[in-house]
């Protein structure tokens, strides 16, 4: 082909391309997104489905770890 016929034969192709990657990137940025967010809230729900915060914090008085509350549920007095 003559060279003076290519000179203007890059641009449209650059653009079609330029435009076609964000199209692609975009879709598979948000396919990655809905995924990862609906595998996250599926397994939020499963969690929370049994989860009961009384028998939670019942356990955790009970085990100690909590050190500015008695085991009563009670604050502890802090000050020195």
Do not use: H, Q
Not at 34 to 62: C, G, H, I, P, Q
Request: net charge positive.
């Amino acid at each position: 082909m003559d060279p003076a016929k290519l000179r203007f034969f890059k641009g449209p192709i650059a653009a079609r391309g330029v435009i076609l990657g964000t199209i692609i990137s975009g879709a598979i940025t948000l396919k990655v997104v809905f995924w990862y967010r609906r595998t996250r809230v599926n397994a939020m729900k499963e969690f929370y489905k049994d989860y009961d915060e009384k028998a939670e914090w019942k356990s955790l008085l009970e085990s100690g770890i909590l050190k500015t509350v008695t085991k009563d549920g009670k604050f502890k007095n802090m000050s020195d």
